[in-house]
């Protein structure tokens, strides 16, 4: 019998594999989601410049909740433009491991969360595709120092972890370290 050689791929079979494997790859849990349980989460943090405190439980251990999303945008607004977007949830997960690592009651500081694009653009060695513009990053401090605090975030292997001298960055992109 012969054979037919297979005929190439249309783009629009290409381009619906490329879907359905990207989907795929957004909807599955990923490794810090995996090790949260099924159980009501929190976190207690404070703003280093208005003061303001947020102070809430996010997941109810079946979903995440609305309001506190909502708060937590509004907390972590771009204080320049007084602007806000919609922050990434799994910020609050990393958040949320962190403080279980540091087992201590004081909260995280955030020092630095979203940013307009114009407020980037005016931040010396600001990097021009911020995840702070996109709402997946947060800078952060903490009462026993930046050391301390990335030592809690590097045991988290997910996202971005950059530590500076008075901070640490967490994001929720691609896994690197710096």
Excluded: C
């Excluded at 791929?9 to 490794?31: F, K, N, Y």
């Excluded at 159980?39 to 303001?52: I, L, W």
């Excluded at 405190?53 to 251990?61: C, K, Q, S």
């Excluded at 491991?97 to 940013?115: C, E, F, H, K, M």
């Amino acid at each position: 019998m012969e054979r037919r050689p297979s005929s190439p791929l249309t783009r629009r079979q290409i381009l619906s594999g490329l879907v359905a494997v990207t989907a795929s790859a957004l909807l599955t849990p990923g490794p810090a989601a995996a090790a949260l349980p099924a159980k009501a989460r929190g976190v207690v943090m404070t703003h280093q410049r208005t003061g303001e405190i947020f102070e809430m439980t996010y997941h109810d251990g079946r979903g995440y909740l609305a309001e506190a999303l909502e708060g937590f945008n509004h907390f972590a607004r771009d204080l320049r433009s007084e602007s806000a977007t919609t922050m990434d949830m799994r910020l609050l997960d990393l958040v949320h491991l962190i403080q279980q690592d540091l087992d201590d009651d004081a909260p995280v500081v955030l020092t630095n969360g979203y940013r307009s694009k114009a407020t980037n653009a005016r931040i010396r060695h600001a990097a021009s595709g911020s995840l702070h513009v996109q709402g997946q990053a947060l800078d952060i401090t903490h009462a026993r120092g930046a050391a301390a605090l990335h030592r809690a975030a590097a045991g988290i292997t997910r996202g971005g972890l950059g530590r500076y001298r008075t901070f640490v960055h967490i994001d929720t992109g691609p896994n690197r370290r710096w």
